[in-house]
């Protein structure tokens, strides 16, 4: 079974830290790129994050910059998103998506294919 499994999320309060993760699991072929998306209530799904398998390129979104990283067991398939000086304007739900064979993983999240179920981060003040 092909499937993108996060794990990681929770509740924290401000200031805190999470650390999600997702395994591309099943799939034949190694990805091209995986990457972070979430969606705040009453919000529009947006990029966080994302990373490229081969050469390591990565990108996060002008609201994390400085405190998100993004990295990458490529051997295990694993992407991790590394979330420090949480606030309460990142609670949503995160996303994680995957590309096989070209494209982007930051940007046009209707082309992507492959999602993770899910998974809540709660922020409080």
């Known amino acids: 079974q092909v499937q993108l499994v996060e794990s990681g999320g929770g509740s924290v309060q401000a200031g805190g830290s999470l650390r999600l993760s997702c395994v591309a699991s099943?799939?034949?072929?190694?990805?091209?790129?995986m990457g972070w998306f979430r969606r705040a209530p009453g919000k529009e799904r947006e990029p966080v994050a994302a990373?490229?398998?081969?050469?390591?390129?990565?990108y996060i979104t002008d609201s994390v910059e400085g405190r998100f990283t993004v990295s990458q067991d490529a051997a295990k398939r694993t992407v991790y998103l590394q979330m420090n000086s949480l606030k309460p304007e990142d609670t949503a739900i995160y996303y994680c998506?995957?590309?096989?064979?070209?494209?982007?993983?930051?940007?046009?999240?209707?082309?992507?294919?492959?999602w993770g179920q899910g998974t809540q981060v709660t922020v409080s003040s």
């Open positions: 998506a995957a590309r096989f064979t070209g494209g982007s993983c930051s940007h046009a999240p209707d082309g992507i294919r492959d």
């Open positions: 099943g799939y034949p072929s190694s990805t091209y790129c």
């Open positions: 990373i490229y398998t081969r050469n390591g390129g990565t």
